[in-house]
T-cell receptor
Framework: DAKTTQPTSMDCAEGRAANLPCNHS???????VYWYRQIHSQGPQYIIH???NNETNEMASLIITEDRKSSTLILPHATLRDTAVYYC????????????FGTGTRLQVFP | AAGVIQSPRHLIKEKRETATLKCYPI?????VYWYQQGPGQDPQFLIS???????DKGSIPDRFSAQQFSDYHSELNMSSLELGDSALYFC?????????????FGPGTRLTVT
């Protein structure tokens, strides 16, 4: 699986958009970008994934650059409950592939 | 919606004892994964099963073993426990045969070895 690079930590004001970047310059053509988050000591939670098109669901939006070497997870209106560690993971979709968690970005949402 | 169930949620054992952690995947999910998360660390993959067969293996100690049963639940058996085994153990499940491959995690079992 391709290696990803994320900032160690970020802050965001409540109600504002949180934009979390991820670099994955060695991503392969058949690898997807997945985002998970872990709220303190809870099980990681799936957020969204994408291949090359931008994706949106009820939790977040995922913007992937045209060359697919980087992506941004957007939480449009961050709340205090979004405070968590966010993991960007690149992997082939399908099969029984494990998730390889890197360091992730610790997002702190403040009032 | 039904989620992944793990039991027990908390477990305290002494060194050299054994422990068994159980995982009940989401109904119809056929793949189970185990992850270990030490204090202040990121989750690390241990082992996975698809249709009751081991599908992948990570940095799982030889003292640990796991299996998936006919009802798809899985058990992680840990023997000769060491202080360093104290961690959160997460189970995740996915539906390999379907259209959605995302892994869904349980709440974890917190193992404390004294």
């Amino acid at each position: 699986d391709a290696k990803t690079t994320q900032p160690t930590s970020m802050d965001c004001a409540e109600g504002r958009a949180a934009n979390l970047p991820c670099n994955h310059s060695t991503i392969s053509g058949n690898e997807y970008v997945y985002w998970y988050r872990q709220i303190h000591s809870q099980g990681p939670q799936y957020i969204i994934h994408g291949l090359k098109n931008n994706e949106t669901n009820e939790m977040a939006s995922l913007i992937i650059t045209e060359d697919r070497k980087s992506s941004t997870l957007i939480l449009p209106h961050a709340t205090l409950r979004d405070t968590a560690v966010y993991y960007c993971i690149v992997r082939v979709r399908g099969g029984t592939d494990k998730l390889i968690f890197g360091t992730g970005t610790r997002l702190q949402v403040f009032p | 919606a039904a989620g992944v169930i793990q039991s027990p949620r908390h477990l305290i054992k002494e060194k050299r004892e054994t422990a068994t952690l159980k995982c009940y995947p989401i109904p119809r999910h056929d793949t189970v994964y185990w992850y270990q998360q030490g204090p202040g660390q990121d989750p690390q993959f241990l082992i996975s099963f698809y249709e009751k067969m081991q599908s992948d293996k990570g940095s799982i100690p030889d003292r640990f073993s796991a299996q998936q049963f006919s009802d798809y639940h899985s058990e992680l058996n840990m023997s000769s426990l060491e202080l360093g085994d104290s961690a959160l153990y997460f189970c995740a499940s996915s539906f390999y045969s379907g259209s959605s491959y995302e892994q869904y995690f349980g709440p974890g079992t917190r193992l404390t070895v004294t």
